[in-house]
């Protein structure tokens, strides 16, 4: 029996030393196995633009399937991709709210919340949801997304090129309200 035991002592003695080497090294290799996921790059999609005469209104969607829709079943005409945008939060990335106002027609996007809860609350408006992902803040390779708007049919309009924003404020009856976000250009 004394011989077992001892024999035994050694076995945990020889794991135990065992566990408290393999220990540290299987954290190690599991931090190493984890960051690149942590780090993994959000995926960016294009955001489509949409315009319904008739209607009025100006509509962004990262949907494909909702830009046929638009385009087949509701007098949008599709004008291109407005812009490249993220499909995820994280790393400066704010959701781009969606609402819509059905007397109107209008869409409206924002990054602030409280602005999109006034919509809600106050103005009429629909929450339709996050459309994508943008920046706040202006950043290398990014553009300025400019907002837009016109009072007369209320459309909601976003365009990345400033030329494109200056006609529409000089020539076509629309309110330059600044930029709505950062993103990447098309």
Do not use: C
Request: proline residues 4%.
């Amino acid at each position: 029996m004394k011989a077992g035991k001892s024999w035994t002592r050694a076995i945990l003695t020889t794991l135990t030393a065992v566990v408290i080497v393999a220990l540290p090294a299987a954290a190690a290799a599991s931090t190493t196995v984890e960051r690149p996921a942590a780090r993994a790059a959000v995926a960016t999609t294009n955001l489509y633009r949409l315009y319904s005469g008739s209607a009025g209104d100006h509509f962004y969607t990262t949907s494909w399937n909702e830009t046929q829709n638009a385009f087949n079943n509701l007098g949008y005409t599709y004008e291109g991709v407005a812009a490249r945008v993220w499909t995820g939060g994280g790393q400066g990335r704010v959701p781009l709210h969606r609402l819509y106002h059905p007397g109107t027609g209008d869409h409206f996007y924002t990054t602030s919340w409280n602005e999109a809860q006034n919509a809600f609350n106050n103005l009429g408006y629909t929450y339709e949801g996050v459309t994508a992902h943008v920046r706040a803040t202006k950043g290398g390779g990014l553009v300025a997304l400019h907002r837009l708007y016109h009072p007369g049919p209320s459309d909601h309009f976003y365009t990345t090129d400033w030329n494109e924003a200056q006609n529409a404020f000089n020539n076509l009856g629309y309110r330059y309200e600044g930029v709505a976000a950062y993103v990447l250009p098309a």
